[in-house]
């Protein structure tokens, strides 16, 4: 598997004659050909913290947003799967329930409570901090069904594990986003997962223990986050990115990293103002970001040719060991997906000739008599539409084929399971097996929950999708 090295982050930048400029953002005799590299890796560092910096804006501190969930520090619970109507978040995943929340761990941990759960059903809590790092889970795979009390702590808190806390969870950043999947079987099954959210509980530290409150921390006051577009192409990324910094102490091993973007003013409690850059340096700034893109172009087209998989750009801080141009990619193709361990995610974005998917074809793909996704929970197929990677509206209402469905699913001669992937239906004795496609352009990812080993290592391969007639 080819390595996305640091060294790409900024190469291939023209040597602009140095021009000198006094911005109060900024360190002066900064020429704009640093500056330009200097902006394309810190917007690759920093495009993950902006959007999820969208989102989170979005779901806790906007109550305007139709995607509001709540205040912080209070668990919401879907009682739907995701659908066309959902907008804020790319590639949903539509087999589980969520539950969310918006941990704000300034002033005191947060005691996350699960209930006893049938062993043969998944859950998992994925603790994503502000960097968009997957720091740790509990859930079936990691901590069990049988329930318990877990602790998810700040960076600034350094007690020991209190009585009946199973576990401390420590996050590297003073908010954080703790995302619960709750499988459902089928859509009768819904009132059955909605018992299970019922047992999901958040509790101060305090409360928990019954003990006084500790002092009320400032409230915090948000800045309004950028469009998705405007985060492509507006310097007033840098201004976010700053803004959320500040909540997101800086670690030993990026103290050097910071101290580089620090010379274009990006950085926690600085300040990036873009109308006061000169216009050769808005342009150097400006260019740095188109940089960034292209560096992502190069990497989409390793994942179009399975060199990279999902499973290389999703993790912990000590799993991506840097490799930021990943972490980017990760949040572009599909922000909050699981570490390799907890689900896998073979994607189709292209045909078995390498041609892009478009709904105007017609494809099938098809699983071989014993080969079937390997998994210890379950596994999903789910259509997106491109380029907005948002699920698709159907006659089915059917966004998925996924492992529960089997039963229902019309099997080859051989026993082997052929999925039909086509915009309009194959007519109804063949409907059981079909996934609809927009009529445009379209990708698909495939989910394998709590993998087996032979998908981790690789021993596994999804089949091609083919083109058919």
Not at 50 to 57: K, P, T
Not at 200 to 228: M, R
Not at 377 to 402: D, G
Not at 412 to 440: C, R, V
Request: aromatic content about 12%; some cysteine.
């Amino acid at each position: 598997m080819r390595t996305v090295t640091r060294r790409g982050f900024v190469g291939g930048v023209a040597l602009l004659p140095a021009l000198h400029f006094s911005a109060a953002h900024a360190q002066p005799g900064v020429s704009p050909a640093e500056a330009r590299a200097i902006a394309k890796e810190a917007y690759i560092y920093g495009f993950p913290i902006v959007d999820n910096y969208r989102v989170q804006h979005a779901y806790w501190m906007d109550k305007t947003n139709p995607e509001y969930k709540g205040p912080f520090n209070e668990i919401w619970n879907s009682a739907r799967l995701f659908s066309p109507a959902d907008k804020a978040i790319q590639t949903p995943n539509s087999d589980t329930l969520y539950s969310f929340i918006g941990a704000d761990l300034r002033s005191e941990p947060l005691v996350l409570t699960v209930p006893a759960i049938e062993k043969e059903r998944y859950f998992s809590v994925q603790l994503i901090d502000y960097y968009t790092f997957n720091f740790d889970y509990i859930g079936t795979r990691t901590t069990g069904n049988g329930g318990g009390s877990f602790l998810l702590a700040g960076p600034g808190w350094k007690g020991e594990t209190p009585k009946g806390v199973k576990k401390v969870f420590r996050c590297e950043t003073e908010l954080a986003f703790p995302g619960y999947r709750t499988q459902l079987f089928n859509p009768d099954d819904i009132d059955n997962v909605r018992k299970v959210q019922a047992g999901y509980k958040v509790q101060p530290l305090s409360a928990f223990l019954g003990q006084p409150a500790p002092k009320a921390v400032p409230a915090i006051d948000f800045i309004k986050p950028l469009t998705p577009a405007d985060e492509k192409t507006s310097p007033e990324f840098f201004s976010i990115l700053n803004f959320v910094l500040q909540f997101c102490p800086t670690v030993p091993s990026e103290k050097a990293l910071m101290a580089r973007f620090a010379k274009i003013g990006v950085g926690a409690g600085k300040t990036f103002d873009a109308s006061k850059l000169s216009p050769e340096m808005k342009t150097a700034i400006e260019q740095g970001m188109a940089d960034a893109w292209a560096a992502f172009t190069g990497l989409k087209k390793e994942f179009d040719e399975g060199k990279v998989t999902a499973g290389d750009v999703f993790g912990t801080r000590a799993y991506l060991k840097g490799n930021y141009l990943y972490r980017m990619a990760a949040a572009v193709l599909g922000i909050y997906g699981n570490s390799k361990q907890e689900a896998m995610y073979p994607v189709y974005y292209v045909d078995a000739t390498k041609q892009k998917l478009d709904g105007t074809n017609r494809y099938t793909v098809r699983f071989a008599p014993g080969q079937l996704p390997p998994v210890n929970a379950f596994w999903s197929l789910t259509m997106y539409e491109e380029p907005q990677s948002l699920l698709v509206a159907n006659p089915l209402n059917r966004y998925l084929i996924n492992s529960p469905m089997l039963p229902q699913l019309k099997r080859d001669a051989d026993g082997g399971l052929t999925m039909i992937i086509q915009n309009e239906s194959p007519g109804k004795e063949k409907e059981a097996n079909w996934l609809p496609a927009p009529k445009g352009p379209f990708s698909m990812i495939m989910r394998l929950y709590w993998p087996k080993e032979a998908a981790v290592e690789g021993k596994w391969k999804q089949p091609p999708l083919q083109r058919a007639g």
